[in-house]
């Protein structure tokens, strides 16, 4: 079955940096693009960037763009999301999904934090 | 803008119909997709292209759309339906963007 599997969050302080890594399984995962979505607690859902299928097309909200990058590995299945230079604000659970955006994770909390 | 507008609250007895309105420009361009999200977990895609229903999710649920609005129609609303729930959709720059979300109480 279709199965998407994040890991990779923790606490860490700002000005660090962390890598998100979202295990893709059950479909092929050469023809779908992904997204990383996240969920600062008691808050909605923000897009934060897309990847696309072949990694030739990426974007990123603004509030993160220069200091987060999207990749993919096609060989291991998985996404990645590496985010430097991290702000208290960028504390959220972090979603990875699918294009079409139909599975989703469970999630990976990230805490940055003094 | 890039922003998508959603009622924060919407309240409906069970058996009622609730009604969650979501607006935005970007609406005019490009399909919308409606997420319910219940605590502790993560979102589940109801709707896709303004009025599509993924398998598995129950024909109460149902879309529309007329210009930069698109509804999320749930008929005779059951208990468990209570959930944050949330639009989406694409901008014209290859962005992404959410709706503020909205809070739907079934009681």
């Known amino acids: 079955q279709v199965q998407v599997v994040e890991s990779g969050g923790g606490v860490v302080q700002p000005g660090r940096s962390l890598r998100l890594s979202c295990v893709a399984s059950?479909?092929?995962?050469?023809?779908?693009?992904f997204h990383w979505v996240r969920q600062a607690p008691g808050k909605g859902l923000e897009w934060v960037s897309l990847?696309?299928?072949?990694?030739?097309?990426?974007s990123y909200v603004d509030s993160v763009k220069g200091r987060f990058s999207i990749s993919r590995d096609s060989s291991k299945n998985t996404v990645y999301l590496q985010m430097n230079s991290l702000r208290t604000e960028d504390t959220a659970t972090y979603y990875c999904?699918?294009?079409?955006?139909?599975?989703w994770g469970q999630g990976t909390l990230v805490t940055v934090s003094s | 803008s890039y922003e998508l507008t959603q009622p924060s609250s919407v309240s409906v007895s069970p058996g009622q119909t609730a009604r969650i309105t979501c607006s935005g420009d970007?609406?005019?361009?490009?399909?919308a997709r409606w997420f319910q999200q219940k605590p502790g977990q993560a979102p589940v895609l109801v709707i896709y292209?303004?009025?599509k229903r993924p398998s598995g999710i129950p024909e109460r649920f149902s879309g529309s759309s007329s210009g930069t609005t698109v509804i999320l129609t749930i008929s005779g609303a059951q208990v468990e339906d209570e959930a944050d729930y949330y639009c989406?959709?694409?901008?014209?720059?290859?962005?992404?963007?959410f709706g503020g979300g909205t809070k739907l109480t079934v009681l």
């Open positions: 999904t699918r294009d079409g955006l139909d599975y």
């Open positions: 059950g479909f092929t995962f050469s023809h779908y693009g």
């Open positions: 990847i696309s299928y072949d990694g030739t097309n990426k």
């Open positions: 970007v609406l005019a361009k490009g399909y």
């Open positions: 292209k303004d009025i």
């Open positions: 989406y959709s694409a901008t014209d720059n290859n962005l992404r963007v």
